[in-house]
Nanobody, 125 residues
Framework: QVQLVESGGGLVQAGGSLRLSCAAS????????MGWFRQAPGKEREFVAA????????KYADSVKGRYTISRDNAKNTWALQMNSLRPEDTAVYYC??????????????????WGQGTQVTVSS
């Protein structure tokens, strides 16, 4: 059983940066595609970024491309989301997720098996 725990959320001014981290427990973490999703109040959960098992391939939502960077450290069972040039519209609860089936960097939340509890990111204008 994989358990995911996020950290690093908070309040930041527009234009600022935050780094989210997710720690995973479980013996097969390195074989999982990892992702980040977010959900703003009154909106559906949306894809943010995903990273392949080796870390060599990444995918981003158009809304964050060029501003966010996803990375992973399989030796430490962690992965991170560096968020730069933050905007008020980035305000949401951010969730880390793990996908155990296949290598596709899916943007579909239902294709991820495991989820963290979420961490709030608030960007003030």
């Amino acid at each position: 059983q994989v358990q995911l725990v996020e950290s690093g959320g908070g309040l930041v001014q527009a234009g600022g940066s935050l780094r989210l981290s997710c720690a995973a427990s479980g013996p097969t973490f390195s074989s999982y595609v990892m992702g980040w999703f977010r959900q703003a109040p009154g909106k559906e959960r949306e894809f943010v970024a995903a990273i392949s098992t080796s870390g060599g391939d990444t995918k981003y939502a158009d809304s964050v491309k060029g501003r966010y960077t996803i990375s992973r450290d399989n030796a430490k069972n962690t992965w991170a989301l560096q968020m730069n040039s933050l905007r008020p519209e980035d305000t949401a609860v951010y969730y880390c997720a793990a996908r155990s089936a296949g290598s596709y960097l899916s943007p579909k939340s239902y294709e991820y098996n495991y989820w963290g509890q979420g961490t709030q990111v608030t960007v003030s204008s």
